[in-house]
Nanobody, 116 residues
Framework: VQLVESGGGSVLPGGSLRLSCRASGFDFSSTQMIWVRQAPGRQHELVATISGDSSSRWHIDSVKGRFASSRDNAKNSLYLQMNSLKLEDTAVYHC??????????WGQGTQVTVSS
C-alpha cells in the first residue's frame, strides 16, 4: 500500500488549496478513504471520509461548507478541496484507508500552513 499526498503550502486566511493523494497497492475504487490532519501539539483528527463510489461523504463540523472531498477512481486519486482556510486549519494532512483509523501508521503527509 502506498499513499502519496501533495498540494499543501502556505496561504493567507481565506485562501484555498487542493490536496491530492495518489494511491497504489490496493483496490482503490472499492475502498473507503479518509483525510486526517495533525496540528502542532495535537492528536490526529479525522477530517473527511468518502466511500468508494463517492456516494457517501462525511466532513467534520469545523470544515463543513469549506472543505470537500472527492475522488477519481480511474486515476486512483483522492482530493480535498479546501476553501476559506482558517488559522486553525494549519496541520499536516494525511490520506489513508478508513481501516487505518485511528491507529494507522501515517505517511509523510502534506503541510498546510495558514498564516497572515
Amino acid at each position: 500500500v502506498q499513499l502519496v499526498e501533495s498540494g499543501g503550502g502556505s496561504v493567507l486566511p481565506g485562501g484555498s488549496l487542493r490536496l491530492s493523494c495518489r494511491a497504489s497497492g490496493f483496490d482503490f475504487s472499492s475502498t473507503q478513504m479518509i483525510w486526517v490532519r495533525q496540528a502542532p501539539g495535537r492528536q490526529h483528527e479525522l477530517v473527511a471520509t468518502i466511500s468508494g463510489d463517492s456516494s457517501s461523504r462525511w466532513h467534520i463540523d469545523s470544515v463543513k461548507g469549506r472543505f470537500a472531498s472527492s475522488r477519481d477512481n480511474a486515476k486512483n486519486s483522492l482530493y480535498l478541496q479546501m476553501n476559506s482556510l482558517k488559522l486553525e486549519d494549519t496541520a499536516v494532512y494525511h490520506c489513508a484507508r478508513f481501516s487505518s483509523w485511528p491507529f494507522g501508521s501515517w505517511g509523510q503527509g502534506t503541510q498546510v500552513t495558514v498564516s497572515s
